[in-house]
């Protein structure tokens, strides 16, 4: 996907951030108590989850706000800040997140 290695660890270090996060959320929210949960989920979406799509619409931004992180083709996926944008409105309980991303 990436024209030389440097590209391909970008796209290897998104495409990691993005993994990292649910195993954020499993950690922080599912797997934690009932009675915690719903005051973790909430801390989740506002600090982790806010934290995670403004780095990665930075780095859209940073180039050009052409639905790449870089380039100009193809590099990774296009849609991945808007899906997150959609189920972060959405999220009411744990399995929310793990039901959209599935």
Same mark, same amino acid.
Request: aromatic letters at 8%; glycine letters at 8%; one cysteine or more.
């Given at each position: 996907?990436?024209?030389?290695?440097?590209?391909?660890?970008? $796209?290897?270090?998104?495409?990691?951030?993005?993994?990292?996060?649910?195993g954020?959320?499993?950690?922080?929210?599912t &797997?934690?108590?009932p009675?915690?949960?719903? !005051?973790?989920?909430q801390?989740?979406?506002?600090?982790?989850?806010?934290? &995670?799509?403004? @780095? %990665?619409?930075? %780095?859209? $931004?940073?180039?050009?706000?052409?639905?790449?992180?870089f380039?100009?083709?193809?590099? @990774?996926?296009?849609?991945? $800040? !808007?899906?997150?944008?959609?189920?972060?409105? !959405?999220? @009411? %309980?744990?399995?929310?997140?793990?039901? %959209?991303?599935?």
């Amino acid at each position: 996907m990436g024209k030389n290695e440097y590209e391909e660890a970008l $796209i290897k270090a998104f495409h990691a951030s993005s993994m990292g996060m649910m195993g954020i959320f499993g950690g922080t929210v599912t &797997w934690n108590m009932p009675e915690v949960q719903d !005051k973790c989920l909430q801390v989740f979406k506002e600090v982790m989850l806010t934290n &995670w799509v403004k @780095t %990665h619409e930075r %780095h859209l $931004i940073d180039n050009g706000s052409n639905g790449h992180y870089f380039g100009d083709e193809v590099n @990774t996926t296009k849609d991945t $800040i !808007k899906s997150v944008r959609d189920f972060k409105g !959405k999220l @009411t %309980h744990p399995i929310s997140l793990l039901l %959209h991303c599935s």
